[in-house]
């Protein structure tokens, strides 16, 4: 492994997929979809000498077109459910008192520490599915719909592009399944990406960028910097605030929830007399030590985001070894996506609100964007 103790899967020789995908691939009675993380985009570009940090997304959707890639979606998209549903949990605890602090579920090798060594969180720990499994639960809902209509009869493999060795794990979990069934099919990281890209012999760095597919084809700036540590709470607060314009999406930046540092605390005012209190850690150590302080009483959180590794995303164990300015340059690249975005909120994305009338309408929402 490429990363230090904060990486729990380091110890884990991970297995190449690529033989797998190239199968895929090569098979026409499959659709390939893939799914491309937020942070995969800021980091892809250091295998074929871009600056650190550049956004190369719309080469990694030509790429893969390229590669014979069906359908290519963008899992910022459905990070934009991950905030809506978060964001309606954590006002419903916030209400009833129950259950607080709640912590994130997204980073899979977070939710397996807190298993192993902190069952007694686990009522703590919010019963969103990450926005790959989320993605993935919905896309295959939606082929089986299809299928029903008779508009296809091929298979559909979801195939997630991710900074995180442990995504790869995440999606054997058994209380990820539907109907018995793994909802992503495979998790390659950005670096087996890289490897696919020069297997093939495609020239990347003069690929002209192209966008994602449609019905999904809009994700929100706020789902875009889940790559980076603090991104998951500024996005949940951009949904429980609703800004109405730049100046308060500003406000809500300079709550201190941006930065690297490994523990954050940031004092959010919530309608008359509220002020809620919220914490953004990275590296497992460091929730640790915040977890010790939560359970002796020496602190009080009403939310609290975790990701393992250093940074969050930006810094995962699938992506290119980060050196030098690697991580700051990665975290600007991320906020500059969400700068650039036309749509900020996930509530103003226009895919969330046709999902939720559509495919994630009554009970929906529920069987396929949580935990069983
Ligand atoms: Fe994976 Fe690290 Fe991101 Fe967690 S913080 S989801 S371990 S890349």
Known sequence: GQCSAVCPTAAITIRSNLPE?????????????AQIAPAVRVALGDDFNFPYGTNVMGKIVAALRKLGFDEVYDTATSADLTVIEEAAEFVERLNSGEKLPLFTSCCPAWVKYAENKHPELMDNISSCKSPMEMFGSVLKEKAKKDAAGKKNNKIVKNIAIMPCTAKKYEI?????KMNGEQVVDLSITTHELATLIIESGLNFKD?????????????????????????????????????ENRSELDEIAFTGVRGLEGVKEVKLPFGEERVLSIAIVNGLRNAENLIKAIQSGEAYYDFVEVMACQGGCIAGAGQPFV???????????????????????????????????DLLSGDNAHRLLHYK
């Open 172 to 176: 054997q979990r058994e209380d990820l």
């Open 323 to 357: 050196i030098g300015r690697a991580r700051p340059e990665r975290s600007e690249g991320m906020y500059n996506a969400d700068k650039m975005s036309n749509v900020r909120t996930s509530q103003a994305n226009p895919v969330t609100e046709a999902l939720y009338n």
């Open 207 to 243: 690929l002209q960028p192209e966008a994602v597919d449609m019905p999904f084809g809009i994700a929100s700036g706020a789902g875009v910097i889940f790559g980076v540590t603090g991104g998951v709470t500024e996005a949940v607060i951009r949904n429980v605030v609703n800004p």
């Open 21 to 33: 995908l190239w199968e895929m691939l090569n098979d026409d009675n499959i659709i390939v979809q």
